[in-house]
């Protein structure tokens, strides 16, 4: 870390905090959809979803939670001391404060650079045959399932998470490398990500992008806002489903509204109603696949990917709506857990969650898994982000291989002292005449 302050010092909004995200944002969230009234889903799927699957994932987040207050304690480092020793935990955090001050802002050029070329070569099509963009953007959505992606090239497009992360930071000040707000690196990252929000229907995707770098840029903002800044941010989970309500129906207006347009009076009751539905029927779709599959029968154990499809796929063959066809968030994790593993399971990841959220306030570079654990809470009810989802891998894999050079830079660098004091104690300089 530079010679900013620490985050810990400053003040954070409590949605920052996981356990208390997931109390006071996610089960709130949680409730009032499985209260709602299922007719107000425009799905024409069968109802699964019932009162022992409102109790399930409301359990599934009790725990979480529990272990994600665990992670957030100080316990995790004590236990940590009494099992390798005070002086080993002392120096475990000199290898990120010391790469923290080295990591040069070309490294952010690299990774822009990696993400520019896989999104060339994932809109190759549209520069190939310039008339499909003209095709998206009158409603013709379809036309984006003839592309076919390549794995392990265009997978790279989702380094967004961490590329957002580490710019934000820089800018906050945690991470050194002095950056505008305003700069043709940030038009290009952003820019990048809104063309493929709208040519490709993935509004997550402009998400992934804007999310981490506002969580990286959050203590700034924090410090520029004052009182006035900290109301408005404590009041943000209020503020936020109006703000994705707007975002929704400006990239409705383009995907669905000139079908849907002759069936309701105004794109704002339409908007709405299709919002419901996307997270309505995926807890729906999660609480089907969790009664066939025998998870209320008696003792269930985890069952395959491709066992989880096949149950998936059959459900969808008539039962479910193709169109919203989320597999649900933790009705998923339970599914593919089981009812004995599910538990230990979910207290880990919890406290796996709040280990980020400490790095994240500590300003160390274990903080850049802290956007996958907090767009995991704002995902929960409706997508696997943290469970089974491999847009996460690309930007997992540069953080692993960052916190490993993190790891390896001290010992390289007393090595290079070493051979220097060598070298210049073998230099004989010859006395003055």
Request: glycine share 8%; charged share 15%.
């Amino acid at each position: 870390m530079n010679q900013s302050t620490p985050m810990q010092r400053r003040w954070l909004p409590w949605w920052c905090r996981p356990s208390w995200m997931l109390l006071g944002a996610s089960i709130p969230a949680l409730t009032l959809f499985s209260l709602s009234n299922p007719d107000l889903s425009l799905a024409l799927a069968q109802h699964f979803y019932g009162m022992r699957d409102f109790l399930l994932a409301l359990a599934c987040l009790l725990v979480l939670a529990v272990g994600a207050t665990f992670g957030e304690s100080s316990l995790p480092e004590q236990i940590k001391k009494r099992l390798f020793g005070r002086s080993h935990s002392l120096n475990a955090n000199l290898p990120s404060r010391l790469a923290e001050n080295l990591l040069s802002t070309r490294f952010d050029a690299f990774l822009l650079g990696v993400f520019i070329v896989a999104h060339l070569i994932f809109f190759r099509n549209f520069f190939l045959h310039p008339s499909l963009i003209t095709g998206v953007l009158s409603g013709n959505l379809e036309l984006k399932h003839d592309f076919k992606t390549i794995p392990g090239v265009t997978t790279w497009t989702q380094i967004a998470l961490v590329l957002g992360m580490i710019r934000g930071m820089r800018w906050a000040g945690t991470l050194p490398g002095k950056v505008r707000l305003f700069s043709l690196f940030h038009l290009i990252f952003f820019g990048t990500l809104l063309v493929r929000a709208v040519l490709w229907s993935e509004r997550l995707a402009l998400i992934e992008g804007a999310i981490p770098f506002f969580l990286g840029a959050l203590p700034r903002l924090v410090t520029m806002g004052g009182s006035p800044g900290r109301i408005i941010l404590r009041g943000l989970p209020l503020l936020l489903p109006l703000a994705a309500f707007v975002l929704f129906i400006s990239f409705e207006y383009f995907r669905s509204w000139q079908y849907y347009s002759g069936f309701y009076s105004s794109i704002f009751e339409f908007g709405w109603r299709r919002l419901y539905t996307y997270y309505f029927e995926a807890m729906n779709t999660g609480a089907a696949i969790l009664q066939v599959g025998g998870f209320y029968d008696g003792i269930a154990w985890p069952i395959s990917f491709r066992a989880h499809e096949q149950i998936y796929d059959g459900l969808y063959l008539g039962t479910l709506d193709v169109e919203y066809n989320n597999p649900g968030g933790i009705h998923y994790v339970a599914s593919r857990l089981g009812n004995v593993v599910l538990w230990p399971v979910l207290f880990l990841f919890g406290v796996w969650q709040g280990l980020t959220w400490r790095a994240y306030i500590e300003g160390r570079f274990f903080a850049l898994f802290y956007p996958i654990t907090f767009l995991g809470l704002m995902e929960i009810l409706r997508i696997p982000y943290w469970f089974g989802e491999n847009r996460v891998v690309p930007a997992s894999v540069v953080v692993i291989l960052i916190l490993l050079w993190a790891a390896t830079l001290p010992g390289r660098l007393r090595v290079h002292s070493a051979r220097s004091l060598r070298f210049s104690s073998s230099i004989h300089i010859p006395p003055s005449s």
